[in-house]
């Protein structure tokens, strides 16, 4: 299916690796010039090379989503590389400590903070003077079934998920009347790197070696599931992939929830 995407450009951030991976392949198939923002170099190159090898077209930055200046960097870059930015992806996240309520400390939730909710103002504001002159900007922020449906762990996490959700919104709402939509994916389980932080804790906990750990977790995780099933970095992409094209003109301000029918409710 075209989805009238050839020739436009994209920062995809958090774009090297997992979920971030997937839709910075999957938008260079559709003909995207593709921004793959991390903080890893290596990663990086890997990325950008599978997408050149595959006949797409890619550059990288190493930047650190949580700063402003890093984020107007890599704007910068983008628009010198490639002339214009049209679609900005604002997938970094996750948390560098997991644990339970009480566990977490004030500079848990502060980190979580800095890189889950101002990396994404960090790099709208950044972008918006460039997805004003697209015309046809897109803006799509993913997060996470956490921050509607939290768990037992990681409240700093699915709480700073949450906030996002509601930051799509309102950017969907300032942006509505200036050619720019805002929608959010909320994530379920996916293989990613996030699922092996999560299976190396699992280990940890119970003394367990990580392939042990991991079947463990795959167990718990598909009865919660009911198209049973784990979800793959490439079935988030896909639902990126309709929301930045020509097929998603009239969506805006909308929560899509890709979790195999996890989240138990319809909003």
């Known amino acids: 299916m075209d989805c009238g995407l050839k020739g436009k450009t994209a920062i995809v951030t958090g774009g090297s690796k997992g979920i971030g991976q997937a839709i910075s392949i999957a938008l260079a198939d559709e003909g995207v010039k593709v921004v793959v923002v991390a903080r890893g170099t290596d990663a990086i190159n890997e990325t950008c090379g599978a997408i050149e090898k595959a006949g797409g077209e890619a550059t990288g930055f190493s930047v650190d989503v949580t ?38 400390t004030v500079d848990d939730w502060l980190d979580s903070f800095r890189l889950n909710v101002l990396g994404c103002v960090n790099f709208v504001k950044a972008a918006e003077p460039e997805l004003l002159k697209s015309g046809d900007g897109r803006i799509v922020t993913v997060s996470s079934i956490s921050g509607v449906q939290p768990g037992h762990f990681n409240p700093h996490y699915s709480t700073t998920k949450a906030a996002t959700i509601n930051l799509s919104k309102h950017l969907a709402n300032i942006y509505a009347g200036k050619g720019i939509c805002s929608n959010v994916v909320c994530a379920g389980p996916v293989h990613s790197d996030a699922w092996g932080q999560n299976v190396a804790q699992l280990a940890k906990r119970k003394s367990l070696i990580f392939d042990d750990a991991f079947l463990e977790l795959e167990e718990q995780e598909v009865k919660k599931i009911p198209l049973g099933r784990v979800g793959e970095p490439e079935d988030i992409a896909a639902m990126v992939v309709f929301l930045v094209s020509e097929k998603a003109n009239w969506i805006t301000g909308a929560c899509f929830h890709v979790s195999g029918g996890k989240f138990s409710g319809m909003s």
Do not use: H, T, W
């Open 67 to 104: 700063s402003e200046s890093g984020a107007r960097d890599a704007v910068q870059m983008a628009v010198a590389k490639y002339g214009k930015l049209d679609i900005l992806i604002n997938n970094a996240g996750g948390a560098a400590k997991f644990g339970a309520f009480q566990e977490c």
